[in-house]
Nanobody, 123 residues
Framework: QVQLVESGGGLVQAGGSLRLSCAASVRPFREYGMGWFRQAPGKEREFVATISWSGGSTDYADSVKGRFTISRDNAKNTVYLQMNNLKPEDTAVYYC????????????????WGQGTQVTVSS
């Protein structure tokens, strides 16, 4: 059974940092594009960042460019999201997702999802 398990969320003050991790049981991990998405209360799930199977290609939502960095370690079957200079508007449940093949910005393209981790940024 495929599992994606996120960790690293929490409560942080504006301007602070968090690092999210997502451990994936998809095999082989290197064949999967990975994405991070988020969903705030009352809003639709939105694209945050994606990374190709090799890690050589990344994409970011305009709202997080320059502040967030997505990376992956294929030896550990893990994808990361480093979040710096956090803002209150970054508050949401953050989800990682996996798709066999290229990564996409559209959530509906993804095959597998984690359970989410809460990120709360106080002002």
């Amino acid at each position: 059974q495929v599992q994606l398990v996120e960790s690293g969320g929490g409560l942080v003050q504006a301007g602070g940092s968090l690092r999210l991790s997502c451990a994936a049981s998809v095999r082989p991990f290197r064949e999967y594009g990975m994405g991070w998405f988020r969903q705030a209360p009352g809003k639709e799930r939105e694209f945050v960042a994606t990374i190709s199977w090799s890690g050589g290609s990344t994409d970011y939502a305009d709202s997080v460019k320059g502040r967030f960095t997505i990376s992956r370690d294929n030896a550990k079957n893990t994808v990361y999201l480093q979040m710096n200079n956090l803002k209150p508007e970054d508050t949401a449940v953050y989800y990682c997702a996996a798709v066999h093949g290229p990564a996409f910005t559209q959530p509906r393209k993804y095959d597998y999802w984690g359970q989410g981790t809460q990120v709360t940024v106080s002002s």
